[in-house]
């Protein structure tokens, strides 16, 4: 039974996602849109692990997302397009379907190691004290782009969209939506692991008694800053997507408004929660874009919202609860390893 | 050589100094007891010995291991289980994961075994899970667990704390009153469990208890803490004889 | 660097040290009463100013609707400073009766407070955006503006009275944090929650008292602000509202007297590396400079370590 799992629904959404798209069913804004969804979906869930699981309360998640941003970007309209900020391409057009996901990858190894940067010092106290340095974090990211000219500084940069043409002029191919749709399952395979696992399993026990933790062996240092390095490769990576998803990015993009965005999806989803932190990035998303009419009351529309439910709901749309634990009967199908080697040894 | 030598063990906190002078010995397999008034400075021991604060001054080794300046979680490593004055399991996880969670410093797979799910593993987390189930089978534990430790009673929560201790194959054990809160019924219960645990794991055991009769009852040996500094040492017969030790408890008053 | 070159941005420095440290303590009140980084405080901000100036603007007769008769600036003054800080008090109190104490109530995580206040925040600055236009609004002159020369010195009169009134209110709050019965109850709550409703002390009484006390500092910084930088923007809230936070924390969240050091500390790196390099350094080196104060003193200057027993 085992293997109508994961690999089916994995399955499913790509035929939902990609194939239209590929056959040229879905209209380029409903293509945007779901690579917007993916993108979310990616941030949401990378920021749950810090905020979630592990809680501590970092709002910077934007300033890593724009660190990916900008290093990918940089990378492929360096290396494949004639631009107005490096002169000619170095390397041709061709080599584009291989370079972007090499880029990607360097852009969340670059946010990754930037986040490094942050925890050292931020963990050594509990508190609100991360919660401080990643907002000045948006601050100093935000500060530090617009004093580069060479990059465009604060007016932006630009010129992915050559990248994605190119890409597309070769095979032709939903690329974006293919390699978020690709991010999107890698992320919540990877932080699914490692939560049910006993090593991952032990930054919940540290949001819960980080003292017990230490005393029971386990290296809390090195663990929060653990997770919060991989967290943060992921916005990294999700931050390379977003780039060439909207082709011209500045600072500002990547300021506490996002920041704000993606906290707001990860508590409305739930603390904790994988299955509710995709739900509410999917909702979210899809909200905002119905709200644009609205124009400006769309951002009165959505805080006001939001505090409703938060009101309602007070912890978020899942609690921290999955989705396995709404529809027990799918346990069968998708539990965890941990959960499978406990049933087995209860009923023997 | 002794398992454990505290030498010259001193602690401020602030101005206060709340541990003074502070020497001990253990041997293997020896269960030796720790009394003194509220505020004494015992937890301050057993904290200190454990790595949550920074002696002043003095020594402690452990199995020929020098502990200070080692974080907390490298010293509980080396063999040192512990349980606290007020029961500090992981609410929110299940007593099994209380117990797998405890195996941290013994799992052999690496971050990246955890993130891509490898066949290390699977071997390893069946490894651990196997550990803990027998542990939880030897302490009649097996039917709670799934349960969440606050939803479990008091004296359930006790011995999964004691349990959860055992998991890092502890040479020495700490137990910070484990009867605190306890009826005489659940009393008898832990003097029988203490014992059992001493001989059927091989450890050594230090207690921490305000209840005499836990106290006089297992331990071989006793030391009196008083302001920090000790003040008596010796058998329970002894300890229960000896007119400062009633002074400190008692007060001035007493004849 | 000369004499008078460094007095002059020790002035300005000043003046900006006064307006954040006034948003910082209402930061720290409410962190030290309730543990809630109230992010919605630099909004209040906002509403202060923006209340300001429409208050200013009816009184000076600047408004569509007309007084029939002008009134005297002595009057405008204290009136349009003490309406002010009354309806933005009002809107502090209303948040945490409408938002924060029904989830305090629920026994909603603390972090999902946070985001409540998150969202207020932005409630109030883009219903600002959408009622009143992205346009910006001239704050209008309550008095006139006199400039003092000395030397190669300029002082107007209005820095000097932001100088001084911050600093007799801040002397005052003092005072009634560390002397009045309600002071000492709010910080008996930040000692010891549950110890307090025993003593037969409301604690949602003192929760709005400290709501009331920390919006009026913030409906003062912004009249202040308005009269000093005489443009408002309906983002200057989170523009000087984040900066202040960061101010708070250098100074030891919760601590009343870091909130105010720690404002004048950002106002001077801010200001002096204004002086020296292109201002677009200003919040980068700013924020580094805080990143390392804390680097070295995670509790902030004058921020006391919790101890958890064990």
Same mark, same amino acid.
């Given at each position: ?16 996602? $990609? ?14 849109? $779901? ?58 057009? +061709?080599?584009? *379907?291989? *370079? ?31 919660? *401080? ?56 395979? @990877? ?19 980080? $003292? ?137 | ?62 199995? %020929? ?41 013994? *799992? ?38 799934? +349960? ?6 008091? %004296? ?19 137990l910070d009153e484990p009867a605190a809160g306890m009826n005489q019924g659940e009393i008898g219960e832990l003097i029988n469990l203490v014992r059992w645990v001493k001989d059927e794991f091989k450890v050594t055991v230090w207690i921490i208890e305000h209840q005499m009769r836990v106290i006089m009852n297992i331990c071989e040996r006793i030391q009196v803490l008083d ?5 008596? +040492? ?19 008053? &007493?004849? | ?16 040290g006064s307006f954040l440290a006034l948003i910082a303590v209402g930061y720290t009140l409410v962190y030290g009463v309730l543990l809630l980084i109230n992010f919605a405080h630099g909004d209040i901000f906002m509403v202060g100013a923006y209340t300001g ?10 408004? +569509?609707?007309? !007084? ?23 809107? %502090? ?53 006199? $400039? ?36 000492? #109850?709010?910080?008996? @709550? ?7 409703? !025993? ?8 929760? !709005? ?8 500092? #913030?409906?003062?910084?912004? @009249? ?21 936070? @960061? ?13 105010? &050091? ?49």
């Amino acid at each position: 039974m085992k293997r109508f799992g994961m690999p089916t629904l994995i399955g499913i959404s790509f035929l939902f996602c $990609i194939v239209p798209s590929w056959l040229g069913w879905f209209s380029n804004y409903i293509q945007f849109i $779901i690579t917007l969804i993916g993108i979310n979906i990616i941030l949401t869930v990378s920021l749950n692990l810090i905020n979630g699981y592990m809680g501590e309360f970092s709002v910077g998640h934007a300033a890593f997302m724009g660190v990916g941003a900008y290093t990918s970007s940089l990378l492929t309209v360096y290396l494949l397009t004639e631009n107005p900020f490096f002169g000619k391409a170095i390397l041709p057009e +061709e080599l584009s *379907i291989l *370079i972007f996901p090499i880029s990607l990858l360097i852009g969340g190894v670059a946010a990754a190691l930037f986040s490094l940067l942050i925890a050292i010092p931020s963990f050594r106290t509990r508190g609100d004290y991360l919660a *401080i340095v990643t907002l000045a974090v948006n601050f100093i990211f935000k500060s530090a782009i617009e004093n580069i000219d060479a990059i465009g500084g604060p007016r932006g940069f630009m010129g992915m969209g050559k990248v994605v043409k190119a890409m597309d002029n070769l095979v032709s191919f939903p690329w974006l939506i293919f390699w978020t749709f690709l991010v999107v399952v890698f992320s919540i395979f @990877i932080i699914r692991n490692f939560v049910n696992s006993t090593m991952g399993k032990s930054i919940v026990a540290i949001r819960d008694d980080e $003292i017990a933790s230490e005393l029971m062996t386990v290296n809390t240092r090195w663990l929060k800053i653990v997770a919060f390095m991989l967290s943060c490769g992921l916005a990294g990576v999700a931050g390379g997507l977003h780039a060439h998803t909207v082709t011209f990015i500045n600072p500002s993009s990547y300021f506490i408004l996002q920041s704000t965005y993606i906290l707001v999806m990860v508590y409305l989803g739930g603390m904790g929660s994988l299955s509710g932190s995709v739900i509410s990035a999917i909702v979210f998303t899809i909200l905002l874009e119905l709200l644009r009419p609205l124009d400006v009351w769309r951002w009165v529309a959505t805080p006001l919202l939001l505090i409703i439910l938060m009101l309602f709901r007070p912890t978020g749309i899942m609690g921290s609860r999955e989705l396995l634990d709404v529809f027990p009967k799918l346990k069968k199908y998708f539990s965890s390893l941990q959960e499978r080697l406990t049933n087995a040894f209860i009923k023997s | 050589m002794p398992l454990l030598k505290v030498d010259k063990l001193t602690h401020y906190f602030g101005g206060l100094r709340s541990v003074d002078n502070f020497n001990l010995e253990l041997s293997e397999n020896e269960l030796v007891g720790l009394i003194g008034p509220n505020g004494a400075g015992k937890s301050t021991v057993f904290n200190l010995v454990c790595g949550l604060y920074r002696p002043t001054e003095g020594s402690i080794t452990f199995n %020929g291991n020098n502990l200070i300046g080692r974080y907390p979680h490298q010293i509980t490593s080396l063999g040192i289980g512990r349980t606290f004055q007020n029961i500090r399991l992981w609410n929110e996880l299940s007593v099994i994961d209380n117990l797998r969670i405890a195996h941290f410093s013994q *799992i052999d797979y690496k971050l990246l075994d955890s993130l891509f799910f490898t066949g290390r593993l699977v071997r390893d987390e069946q490894k651990v899970t196997q550990e803990a189930m027998d542990l939880l089978d030897k302490f009649n534990l097996v039917p709670y667990v799934k +349960e969440l430790p606050r939803n479990l009673p008091y %004296g359930i929560q006790r011995r999964v704390e004691i349990c959860r201790a055992l998991v890092m194959n502890p040479s020495l054990l700490l137990l910070d009153e484990p009867a605190a809160g306890m009826n005489q019924g659940e009393i008898g219960e832990l003097i029988n469990l203490v014992r059992w645990v001493k001989d059927e794991f091989k450890v050594t055991v230090w207690i921490i208890e305000h209840q005499m009769r836990v106290i006089m009852n297992i331990c071989e040996r006793i030391q009196v803490l008083d302001f920090g500094s000790i003040i008596a +040492e010796g058998t329970p017969k002894e300890i229960r004889d000896n007119p400062l030790v009633i002074k400190a408890y008692l007060g001035e008053e &007493v004849t | 660097m000369t004499l008078d070159f460094f007095i002059q941005n020790f002035i300005n420095a000043m003046q900006w040290g006064s307006f954040l440290a006034l948003i910082a303590v209402g930061y720290t009140l409410v962190y030290g009463v309730l543990l809630l980084i109230n992010f919605a405080h630099g909004d209040i901000f906002m509403v202060g100013a923006y209340t300001g100036y429409f208050i200013g603007t009816f009184l000076t007769n600047n408004f +569509e609707i007309k !007084l029939p008769f002008d009134l005297p600036s002595w009057v405008v003054i204290p009136l349009t400073i003490v309406a002010t800080m009354f309806i933005t008090a009002l809107v %502090g109190v209303a948040i945490e009766r409408i938002a924060y104490r029904p989830l305090r109530n629920r026994g909603a995580h603390r972090l999902y407070l946070v985001i409540t206040a998150l969202m207020f925040g932005l409630l109030l600055e883009y219903g600002n955006l959408a009622l009143l236009g992205a346009s910006d609004r001239q704050f209008p002159n309550l008095f006139d503006k006199i $400039i003092y020369s000395i030397g190669g010195i300029t002082v107007t009169n209005i820095k000097i009275y932001v100088i001084l009134l911050s600093f007799l209110i801040m002397g005052i709050l003092w005072w009634i944090v560390q002397k009045t019965r309600w002071g000492m #109850a709010m910080r008996a @709550i930040s000692y010891d929650r549950l110890a307090v409703p !025993l003593m037969g002390i409301s604690v949602d009484q003192i929760i !709005l008292f400290t709501f009331v006390l920390g919006s009026s500092m #913030a409906a003062l910084a912004g @009249i202040m602000y308005g009269t000093a930088f005489p443009i408002l923007r309906f983002n200057m809230g989170m523009l000087v509202g984040w900066q202040a936070f @960061i101010a708070a924390v250098v100074g030891g969240i919760g601590s009343i007297r870091g909130a105010m &050091v720690g404002g004048y500390i950002l106002g001077f790196t801010q200001i002096f590396v204004a002086a020296f390099l292109p201002s677009t350094y200003r919040d980068l080196i700013a924020f580094v400079v805080l990143l390392l104060i804390l680097a070295i003193k995670p509790t902030g200057l004058f921020g006391v370590p919790r101890r958890t027993k064990v």
